[in-house]
T-cell receptor, first 113, second 112 residues
């Protein structure tokens, strides 16, 4: 089984809908991240969490919120989806001793119509 | 201007050729430099990392960092069709899973 899983893998939704993307990990890592990927822009950090009680905004947090339900679970919500939130979303984890070694999930392809 | 610049490609090479990839950056605080490989419809996976300036070699892959020029490179020797992927550089000001700043990625195609 994969160490970092994301659900759903694909989602099509309409403008104004609230949606949640979920991430689970079995690596035992404390640190978790949410990124979005757009063509030519690489990965941009939305939110990150260094433990269950720690949530931090990344560079593009507007329009998003997160919940760290447990060490292994980190969810990303779009409160009112808009078309420019159409993108690939990745969850990642890292341990405290790893130098930049972030382990990524398979991604969720989100389309907002 | 982005903090990390990377040519998007695509970079097309024949099998067996050397692939040369690079990134430039503007933030002098970056200390850790990584290269991630991303296959189509997959998440990125760490390929190599280096600390500060210098070279690092791992099999067919060599990573170079020139902090004075704010320039990093990745070379792939004896390229194979299986090396066809998008390569992303990433940088961090300190270790232990700190926030990474990614380049936009370079798509590489290795033709048999």
């Amino acid at each position: 089984d994969a160490d970092v899983t994301q659900t759903p893998r694909n989602r099509i939704t309409k403008t104004g809908k609230r949606i949640m993307l979920e991430c689970s990990q079995t690596k035992g890592h404390d640190r978790m991240y949410w990124y979005r990927q757009d063509p030519g822009l690489g990965l941009r950090l939305i939110y990150y969490s260094f433990d269950v009680k720690d949530i931090n905004k990344g560079e593009i947090s507007d329009g998003y919120s997160v919940s760290r339900q447990a060490q292994a679970k980190f969810s990303l919500s779009l409160e009112s989806a808009i078309p420019n939130q159409t993108a690939l979303y990745f969850c990642a984890t890292s341990g405290p001793g790893a130098v930049g070694t972030q382990y990524f999930g398979p991604g969720t392809r989100l389309t907002v119509l | 201007q982005k903090e990390v610049e990377q040519d998007p490609g695509p970079l097309s090479v024949p099998e067996g050729a050397i692939v040369s990839l690079n990134c430039t950056y503007s933030n002098s605080a970056f200390q850790y430099f990584m290269w991630y490989r991303q296959y189509s419809r997959k998440g990125p996976e760490l390929l190599m990392y280096t600390y500060s300036s210098g070279n690092k070699e791992d099999g067919r892959f060599t990573a170079q960092v020139d902090k004075s020029s704010k320039y990093i490179s990745l070379f792939i020797r004896d390229s194979q069709p299986s090396d066809s992927a998008t390569y992303l550089c990433a940088m961090s000001p300190k270790a232990a899973g700190n926030k990474l700043t990614f380049g936009g990625g370079t798509r590489v195609l290795v033709k048999p």
